[in-house]
């Protein structure tokens, strides 16, 4: 699954030649979930970033409600369902902090193959290629900037969604 035409396809890594994505294609292995299993638990520290191969996976929040009188429940909201036919990738920001913690948790849907970066050997790469470190961070800049004008405009719905609930 990691063919170079393939991987030549994922936002991340647009504008490196082939040379460079085989660089990187070196240093990420194969992983599968099965369907049902947690990839990734929000709050978890992380070292790796993960590439969705194949499969589906689900983004989900836990979200704990607190109401006066009542006790306090939690419940996992889902936010976000990934495919592997959109070419995504997840966990990008334990390419930027060490350990990072985990904002999410990310379910496999289906039986997902994955293919896993860590942050290590990308790190080591990038020393010894600054033209990809300079590429892909600056692709995921791009993809960390897409998301975040979703989630405020998501944020913005919710808000007054919230307002106006709360004014009747």
């Not at 070196?26 to 099965?34: A, G, V």
């Amino acid at each position: 699954m990691l063919e170079l035409e393939f991987l030549k396809k994922f936002p991340i890594f647009t504008g490196l030649s082939d040379e460079k994505i085989n660089k990187i294609k070196s240093i990420m292995r194969e992983i599968e979930y099965p369907g049902g299993s947690v990839i990734i638990r929000d709050g978890d520290r992380g070292e790796e970033m993960f590439i969705l191969l194949d499969g589906d996976v689900e983004i989900s929040k836990q979200m704990t409600i607190k109401m006066e009188n009542y006790e306090a429940s939690s419940k996992d909201k889902s936010l976000l369902r990934l495919s592997s036919k959109f070419h995504a990738c997840f966990g990008e920001m334990a390419l930027f902090e060490e350990k990072s913690e985990r904002s999410a948790t990310v379910s496999a849907v289906n039986k997902c193959k994955l293919a896993i970066m860590s942050s290590q050997d990308f790190s080591k790469l990038v020393d010894s290629d600054f033209e990809i470190g300079t590429i892909v961070f600056r692709n995921l800049a791009r993809i960390i900037s897409e998301r975040l004008k979703r989630a405020n405009k998501d944020i913005l719905k919710l808000t007054t969604a919230f307002v106006l609930a709360v004014e009747k």
